[in-house]
């Protein structure tokens, strides 16, 4: 089993929408998981961070669930600049990424 | 800007040639870490400074591979003998001991021929 899997994707949404998107981790041990957004050849830029049970900023809410060993990330009222790679990563010192989900933001 | 800087942006080279990057981070983050990233996948760890000292480095870091903070500030990443495999971009972050919150820089995209 990979450290950090995620759905490659694309998730193809109408703007408006709400989406949401799981990634599943191996490490039990990890304290820290985070939530990057990755634009076209741009470097990730960090979404949100979550240590404990969960973490929400506006329109967007991240979900630890340690039992099941997965994160999650919901994103509502969907906008066309949501379009995007979300990765998804964890770990106390070093990152372990996902290879990321693509997200589409359909007019 | 106070965020993370890469210099160069962007390297071509010939197979064979050394290549050297710089990362400079954020100016009170005393960790500095340097991933690399192909196409369609995340970023990969390849090595970590806490001040000065190189606390780890992974298994993807072969001898050709090598990094330093001399200072504890800005970090250098050199690879010698380039192959084409090296082609990627090369990441570099930095964050506080705590909370851990890794900061990227705008990548050095190699591109080795």
């Known amino acids: 089993r990979k450290e950090v899997e995620q759905d490659p994707g694309p998730f193809n949404v109408p703007e408006g929408a709400t989406v949401a998107f799981n990634c599943t981790y191996s490490?039990?041990?990890?304290?820290?998981f985070f939530w990057y957004r990755q634009d076209c050849r741009k470097e990730p830029k960090l979404l949100m961070s979550?240590?404990?049970s969960g973490n929400e900023d506006g329109r967007f809410t991240a979900q630890l669930n340690r039992a099941s060993q997965y994160i999650s990330l919901l994103i509502r009222d969907s906008k066309l600049s949501d379009s995007a790679t979300y990765l998804c990563?964890?770990?106390?010192?070093?990152?372990?990424f996902g290879k990321g989900t693509r997200l589409h933001i359909l007019p | 800007d106070t965020g993370v800087s890469q210099n160069p942006r962007h390297k071509i080279t010939k197979r064979g040639q050394n290549v050297t990057f710089r990362c400079d981070p954020i100016?009170?983050?005393?960790?500095l870490y340097w991933y690399r990233q192909t196409l369609g996948q995340g970023p990969e760890f390849l090595t970590y400074?806490?001040?000065?000292?190189?606390?780890?480095k992974s298994r993807l870091l072969s001898d050709r591979f090598s990094a330093e903070r001399p200072k504890g500030s800005f970090s250098t990443l050199e690879i010698q003998r380039t192959e084409q495999g090296d082609s990627a971009m090369y990441l570099c972050?930095?964050?506080?001991?705590?909370?851990?919150?890794?900061?990227f820089g705008p990548g050095t995209r190699l591109t080795v021929t």
């Open positions: 972050a930095s964050s506080l001991d705590t909370p851990y919150e890794q900061y």
């Open positions: 490490n039990s041990a990890s304290q820290s």
């Open positions: 979550v240590y404990s």
């Open positions: 990563g964890g770990g106390d010192d070093k990152i372990i």
């Open positions: 100016s009170e983050h005393n960790r």
């Open positions: 400074f806490q001040n000065e000292a190189q606390l780890e």
